[in-house]
């Protein structure tokens, strides 16, 4: 076992230490574009602005005699792009692809000081983390990069499920993981054929009229997600990264999309993918706490003074807890706001009322 005396030691001689904590920079929108595909690529420089991460991808969506090309698309993009305050990530081949070795060491050693952070797709247990872990440190030493570069994992096998916390706690690389419902369904045999969301079938159904046997009962669809997503929640909390919800395939079904996203976020989801420039502003809109519960949220703070004892504010007690929970909200609200002018004011307004 790794003494955790070494635990912040680099991996390589040379390589930059790890980082103590993950940053928390704005993250509501992991936006996702093929690199290889000219079009696309064309747009990344007025998208970048718009998101708050841009995700050149190089796994599933990308076919096989394409793999080479987003590869090279995704340095020539990155060499020739000012990101500015946007984040720019890569989703590689997973670790059991021909692909996975040469995504690592091209774009580490051409664009690792443009990437903040690489996202791991099919994780199945921390020795997948470790051999990234390893490999990174040893391609940022040749490199000469100053900053580690991060590692996000995709919880899409009933293996990496079974394994989450240790993912989750494998390396001071880990920056978070998402949600991917698609290789998730296939690898736990789920009868779905969907990309995340809900299933008209997955359902309860209230019990029938003791008088009137006959007569229709409703129904209540269920979340197909809720487990997971919760689990992984709790892996990410108690190992200080970032959870996310992964893809919502209906680009069509915008109010689903939008339901799938608050869902995450009020369990505790930092953000989500967006597929298509429509989802986007969901994204934003979800994963932003609304001006009036920043409002109450700073209300019950100034209230609360040092946080200890209890108010009653409009019939309502506030105490220890509810003042943390008032925390989180107030600073995610900084955070975004400070990267977000539109949200300032609408915070700042909503104060005010
Ligand atoms: C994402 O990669 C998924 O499989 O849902
Ligand atoms: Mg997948």
Request: hydrophobic content about 45%; overall charge negative.
């Amino acid at each position: 076992m790794r003494s955790a005396k070494d635990f912040f030691r680099p991996l390589a001689v040379g390589a930059p230490a790890p980082v103590r904590e993950v940053p928390f920079r704005p993250s509501r929108m992991i936006h996702f574009f093929d690199p290889g595909n000219e079009k696309m690529a064309a747009k990344v420089p007025s998208i970048a602005p718009q998101v708050d991460v841009l995700l050149g991808n190089l796994e599933d969506a990308i076919q096989a005699d394409r793999k080479e090309a987003a590869r090279n698309g995704l340095v020539q993009i990155a060499k020739a792009t000012e990101f500015g305050d946007t984040q720019l990530w890569t989703r590689i081949n997973s670790l059991d692809s021909p692909w996975a070795l040469d995504d690592l060491l091209t774009l580490v050693t051409e664009i690792g000081d443009k990437l903040d952070v690489i996202m791991v797709p099919k994780v199945e247990g921390a020795e997948d983390i470790h051999y990234v872990d390893r490999l990174l440190a040893q391609l940022e030493a040749k490199a000469g990069i100053t900053r580690p570069i991060l590692v996000h994992a995709i919880l899409e096998t009933a293996t990496g499920v079974a394994n989450v916390e240790e993912i989750a706690g494998a390396s001071p690389r880990m920056q978070g993981i998402s949600l991917g419902p698609a290789d998730l369904a296939a690898s736990r045999r789920m009868k779905t054929t969907r990309v995340g969301g809900g299933h008209p079938g997955y359902l309860v159904r209230e019990d029938p009229n003791p008088s009137d046997a006959d007569a229709p009962r409703a129904t209540f669809q269920q979340d197909l997600w809720h487990y997971t997503i919760a689990r992984m929640v709790d892996a990410c909390a108690a190992h200080g990264i970032l959870p996310y919800y992964g893809p919502f395939g209906d680009i069509r079904d915008t109010l689903a999309c939008e339901d799938q996203f608050r869902n995450a976020f009020l369990l505790g989801c930092v953000g989500a993918w967006s597929l298509h420039p429509v989802q986007i502003a969901i994204a934003k809109k979800v994963f932003s706490p609304s001006p009036a519960d920043v409002a109450w949220a700073r209300k019950v703070i100034d209230a609360m003074g040092d946080g200890t004892g209890a108010v009653m504010i409009d019939g309502k007690m506030q105490d220890d807890a509810t003042y943390k929970q008032c925390l989180v909200v107030s600073e995610l609200a900084d955070t975004l706001a400070a990267r977000d002018p539109e949200l300032a004011e609408a915070y700042a307004a909503a104060e005010k009322e």
